[in-house]
Structures are given as structure tokens and as C-alpha cells.
């Protein structure tokens, strides 16, 4: 078990990187906590699996270090640096029985043969693979066998950290659920170190103490699901975490208001006191949970404080509903409770002033 | 349950079986027609039931070839496979050095068989030939058509030259099957070098390698075009293979009857050989699998 540090870490797969688009890993400045489970979310492409890799050691980072509790791995080969990782697709060794495949990483670095045995008995037990053990790992189905992979990353006690790389993406659904919660049932029991790649924010928020949302090649935020969700830091976060995502709409800061297609939305102090040191371009945004839609007659008698919208869908998911309304240029979505009737083909639409967020060049400002 | 049943599906067998029928069946029966009678001319023949099956299971120069034979597909077998999948593992794994080894691996492939007998006759000369004049000025006596056991040797490093390049193949296409990810997780887990060719690299190149050893074997069991250009089967019967031992049989003495009954026992001992080969391999690897 061990703290993570990543120090001025950048990473890029030109030999003479110019531009910030070179990189495929910008430079960041990261402590991960010892015990810790974090989740790396982001799109494809976002440099997640990059930054996995070398933090396991698969790749040496063209810039900056990686300390594992203060100690430089930086060129350290994966085998010298005591991890685990667990990989997209399962990785078994065919020709061996199942007990021997979850022994092999502690046979390799010369374990006694009993001290092997209570191992592979307790981590076969957790993942439910015990009557499995004398069967050859060949003939097992996609499920099993990545079952195996993370009973194999998961039998040494002594690794410093154990990376997962999108694990769960071959197994179905419901075992996903149950695996998931297996994992972090683990992690509560031994709490190692966790870093679990992944591009499922269900994944990512179940998972992690912590995530790290990562988006071209940057870490845009890292923060506990809480964080993300109430907090966003950056509009990517905003728009990818939650379902559906944070409304994000161009806006004009003017006479101590936000002005959304000439509709004024009211901002507070805090607010104009920020964003009056920012330029560049500035968005508004708010989750479609801060919203409140009225219709019908709750929207007669309008004091101008909200705006007027037309409503173009309402679309029932059973415990909510999600309400999308257009003004001018702007779709805008509300999820609205199950009760709320929405009636007519307009109504008025409220901001919720604590939770509305402004941000300058994609940045939250406040 | 109710299966339809159409058997005009037979009529799209036809011509498949009509092809077959021509190009195996026929001439096997042929075979079996002639072993089993003494033939004079085509209006005096005689039935002889087994006494041509007799005649040649006793016999001892056959049984020679035999051992020969035998002997010589062990040898040809324990030196390509081994020394193909050494070979294979060296290979590189990307950039020009891949199609630069895939055209000279494929080269010897390329050369037909009586080419190959040639290239060697010339090259192990010790008056003209490169090999056996080099050979020769290392104070090494070596004369492969005088002293039989440079004619074996001979004969086996021109097989291993031509062939090996087959069994690298086949290893490397089965090494390529192989994603990173399992070399990356084998170093994770701490795996020797060793361990990852036993456990990683030799279960994936399985199944080619059993159709290497299986078409090195019968190739090599049936050797005949590269000893006869090259040797003629001597010095003295030291290369007669049995292809050769055959041959000299039907062609030059004419004895079809033993000839065909030999034919025979030849073909059975490849056949049987293959299958069990090939059953006790492809069962090995279902072993509790259930």
C-alpha cells in the first residue's frame, strides 16, 4: 500500500512535443493518497489509460516523476515496482487450473507453498470462484475468466497499489453490479490503494472515494462524487458527469445580471464580484436538479424572476421525468419529480441562485 | 421434431466426390488392385491374395529404409521444430525488420525441390561448391558422395535449410496472435522468461505448431526429389529412403505387386501415425475442460 505522487508529470508520444497538442498527458501535479480508491473517468482518448500505464510502469512518462510513498519509480520496470494491474480484457494462462492461475504472481516472487494456498483460498472465496479452482482456465466464459484476472490482481497483500484498466467492460451487466460491489467490499477490508480506469461515471461513482476526471489529456477536476456533482470545475465535468449532464449556456455579464439569449437570469453577489475580474468567454451553467419549471397557473403572475420557455418533450423515466424546454438558441433540460404535471406548451423556468455556476474559458469561476 | 429432409443436397456433393474419386480413390484401388495379383501382361495375371504383403514385411532391406527412414524423420523433426520456434521468438515484433525476415524466411519455400537437391549437390562439392571447399580447407575430410555419413548429414542440413523457414512461420503467426496485454500482465505477475514462453507463448502457438510437426512429419516421411538429385540415394543405400527404396522397386524393377503391397503398408503407417498424433494432442488439450 502506498501514496502516489505524481510530480510535474507529462507525457508525450512525440520525441519533441511543441505544442500543448503534443502531449497526450499534460502536466499535472497529483498526490493519491495511501488506501485511497480512485477512479479515472473520461472519454475515449482522454489519456486515462496513458496515465495508468505509467503509473504502473508499462510506460516511462517523457517528463516529470512518479513517487511511490516518496520513493522515485519513475524508471522502474512494472515487476520492480510491486503493483497489480488488471487489464480490459481478461488475461488468464490457458493451460493452467484456476488455483494455479491465482497463484502464479505470488509462486513468481518465491512465496511458501502455504502461505500461497490461504491466499488463493480467500480471494477464490471472495470472488465466489472456490468450486472453480481445479478446473482448467481454458474452458471458462468471458465473465470467469476476467473474474480470474482480478482474483490475480487482487492475491498479493504487499503491492503498493492496484491498477484497474476499464475491468468490467466484458462482463455483463448484472455481474457488474456484483463484481463492483465486490471490489469495493475489498477495498474496505484491506484498503490498498485502487486506481480504476473508466469511462462508465457509474463505474467511476460507485467505485471511487475519489475521481479524477480527466479530459484531453488534463486532469480538469478531482474530487469525491459529491464535488463533481455539486461542484463542477470545469464544463466537461459538468457535462459528463450526471445524466443528463449539466445545461451550459453562452451568456453576457450586464447591469448585475446573466443575459442568455436577452433573458435575464439573476445572479448573486458572489457571483458578479468573480466573474467582473474574468474575461474570455463566459458560460452559465446549472444541473437540470437545480431547475424548477413551472406551468400553467404557478407560472401566471411571473415576477421576473425567471425565465419564459417553451417546453418541447417530457420524456417519463419512471422515478423522474425530464422536462426539455428551448428559449431562443438555448435547449435546456429539467428533471422534474415524478408528481410534477407539466402543463401546456410553456412555462417558466427558475434558477436555483446558489447553484448556478459561471465559467470563463470552460473554468468555474463561481 | 420435425427435420426436412432434401435430397437433391446430394446432387451439390457430386462433384466434389467425382473429384475425388479421380484424383485419390481411383489410383488407391489401382493399388490395392495390383497388390494383390502377379501380373505378367494384361491377359496373364494371377490372384496371389497376401503373399506380396508377406514377401515385402520380410523383407530386409526394406526394413533397413525403414529404420532409415524413421531415423531420419526424428532427426528432421527434433532439430526444425525446436529451432523454428527459437527463431520465431527472435524475430522482430514491428517495423522493417518484419517483412524484411518474412521474404528471406520465404525464400527457401519458394525453391522447388529439385532446385534445392541441385543447389546442394553444387554447394558441398569440395571442388566447386562454396560449402564443401570451405568445409575441406578446415582440414575437415568431408565428400558427401563417397562417405555415407556426410551424405546424411548433408541431406538433413539441406532439409533443416529448406524447412525450417515453414515451422517459423507458423510459430510467428501464432506469436503475433498473441495481444500485449498478456506480456504486460506476465510482467506484473512477476513471470520469468521462461514462464512466459511456457505459459504464454507455447500454448498460443499450439495448435500451428501441430500442424507444423504434422506436414513436417509427412513431408519428411516422403522425402524423395532433394536425396535423389542429390545422393542417389547413396553412397551405397546410406540415403535410400523408402519414397526412393519404392520408386527403385516399381519404376526400376519393375515389381508392381511389391511394390503396390508396399505402397500400401507405407500409406497406413503415415495415416495411422498422423491420427494418433493428432488425437493425443487435441485431446491432451481438453483435459478438464469439462
Not at chain 1, 451550459?248 to 467582473?276: F, N, P, T, Y
Not at chain 2, 558422395?145 to 548433408?154: G, L
Not at chain 2, 501464432?174 to 505459459?199: C, E, H, M, N, T
Not at chain 2, 535423389?228 to 505387386?257: E, H, I, K, W
Amino acid at each position: 500500500m502506498a501514496r502516489i505522487d505524481l510530480k510535474s508529470l507529462a507525457h508525450s508520444y512525440f520525441p519533441d512535443p511543441k505544442t500543448d497538442e503534443d502531449y497526450a498527458l499534460r502536466r499535472m501535479e497529483h498526490v493519491w493518497e495511501d488506501g485511497g480508491a480512485y477512479a479515472l473517468l473520461g472519454p475515449s482518448g482522454c489519456g486515462k489509460t496513458t496515465l495508468l500505464n505509467i503509473i504502473s510502469g508499462l510506460l516511462t512518462p517523457s517528463h516529470g516523476q512518479v513517487l511511490f510513498d516518496g520513493k522515485d519509480v519513475t524508471n522502474l520496470a512494472p515487476e520492480e515496482r510491486n503493483i497489480a494491474q488488471v487489464f480490459q480484457f481478461p488475461v488468464i494462462y490457458d493451460t493452467m487450473t484456476v488455483y494455479d492461475n491465482l497463484a502464479f504472481p505470488l509462486r513468481n516472487r518465491g512465496i511458501d507453498e502455504k502461505r500461497v494456498d490461504a491466499r488463493v483460498r480467500e480471494i477464490a472465496g471472495m470472488l465466489d470462484l472456490t468450486g472453480k479452482l481445479k478446473q482448467k482456465a481454458r474452458g471458462l466464459g468471458a465473465d470467469e475468466k476476467q473474474t480470474i484476472s482480478l482474483g490475480r490482481g487482487l492475491v498479493r497483500d504487499d503491492v503498493s497499489a492496484i491498477l484497474f484498466d476499464e475491468p468490467l467492460t466484458v462482463i455483463d451487466p448484472h455481474l457488474k453490479w456484483v463484481l463492483r460491489r465486490k471490489l469495493k467490499e475489498i477495498h474496505n477490508k484491506l484498503r490498498p490503494t485502487m486506481v480504476y480506469v473508466t469511462h462508465d461515471q457509474v463505474e467511476a461513482l460507485t467505485f471511487a472515494d475519489k475521481v479524477v476526471v480527466m479530459y484531453g489529456g488534463k486532469v480538469v477536476q478531482l474530487g469525491t462524487p459529491q464535488e463533481l456533482f455539486e461542484n463542477p470545475a470545469h464544463t466537461f465535468v459538468g457535462y459528463f458527469i450526471g445524466s443528463p449532464g449539466m445545461n451550459i449556456m453562452d451568456c453576457k455579464i450586464d447591469d448585475g445580471a446573466a443575459w442568455v439569449d436577452g433573458q435575464r437570469i439573476g445572479l448573486s453577489d458572489r457571483h458578479l464580484e468573480a466573474i467582473s475580474k474574468q474575461n474570455g468567454k463566459i458560460e452559465l451553467g446549472i444541473r437540470p436538479e437545480f431547475l424548477t419549471l413551472d406551468t400553467g397557473d404557478a407560472a401566471k403572475g411571473a415576477d421576473g424572476n425567471g425565465i419564459e420557455v417553451n417546453i418541447i418533450k417530457v420524456e417519463d423515466l419512471g422515478q423522474f421525468k425530464i422536462a426539455t424546454t428551448r428559449f431562443g438558441a438555448s435547449e435546456i433540460k429539467v428533471k422534474l419529480g415524478e408528481d410534477e404535471q407539466v402543463v401546456g406548451q410553456s412555462g417558466i423556468l427558475r434558477f436555483a441562485p446558489e447553484w448556478t455556476k459561471l465559467y470563463a474559458d470552460s473554468q468555474l469561476v463561481a | 421434431m420435425n427435420k426436412i429432409t432434401n435430397n437433391k443436397a446430394w446432387f451439390l456433393v457430386l462433384p466434389v466426390f467425382f473429384i475425388v474419386a479421380i484424383s485419390a480413390i481411383i489410383p488407391l484401388m489401382t493399388v490395392v488392385n495390383y497388390s494383390v495379383q502377379d501380373i505378367f501382361d494384361p491377359q496373364t495375371r494371377f490372384f496371389v491374395g497376401t503373399e506380396w504383403f508377406e514377401q515385402v514385411l520380410g523383407d530386409s532391406r526394406l526394413h533397413d529404409a525403414l529404420l532409415r527412414q524413421i531415423f531420419y524423420t526424428l532427426s528432421v523433426l527434433f532439430i526444425e521444430i525446436p529451432l523454428g520456434i527459437a527463431v520465431a521468438l527472435t524475430l522482430p515484433r514491428k517495423g522493417w525488420g518484419v517483412s524484411a525476415s518474412m521474404v528471406l524466411l520465404a525464400l527457401p519455400l519458394l525453391i522447388p525441390w529439385n532446385v534445392v537437391g541441385t543447389i546442394w549437390q553444387i554447394f558441398g562439392r569440395a571442388d566447386i561448391g562454396l560449402g564443401g571447399y570451405v568445409i575441406n580447407l578446415m582440414g575437415i575430410d568431408y565428400n558427401y558422395a563417397q562417405n555415407p555419413m556426410d551424405a546424411w548429414i548433408t541431406v538433413l542440413v539441406m532439409d533443416v535449410w529448406h524447412w525450417t523457414s515453414l515451422i517459423v512461420l507458423l510459430c510467428y503467426a501464432g506469436l503475433r496472435s498473441i495481444p500485449d496485454a498478456y506480456y504486460q500482465a506476465a510482467k506484473i505477475d512477476g513471470a520469468s522468461r521462461w514462464a512466459v514462453f511456457r505459459f504464454i507463448q507455447l500454448p498460443k502457438m499450439q495448435s500451428v505448431l501441430v500442424i507444423g510437426v504434422l506436414l513436417r512429419f509427412m513431408d519428411s516421411f516422403m522425402i524423395y526429389t532433394e536425396p535423389f538429385v542429390l545422393t542417389g540415394g547413396g553412397p551405397g543405400n546410406a540415403t535410400t529412403f523408402l519414397s526412393q527404396f519404392l520408386t527403385r522397386m516399381a519404376v526400376g524393377q519393375f515389381d508392381l505387386g511389391p511394390a503396390a503391397a508396399f505402397s500400401l503398408v507405407y500409406f497406413l503407417i503415415i495415416l495411422l501415425v498422423c491420427w494418433v498424433f493428432y488425437t493425443v494432442v487435441m485431446n491432451a488439450g481438453k483435459q478438464g475442460e469439462q
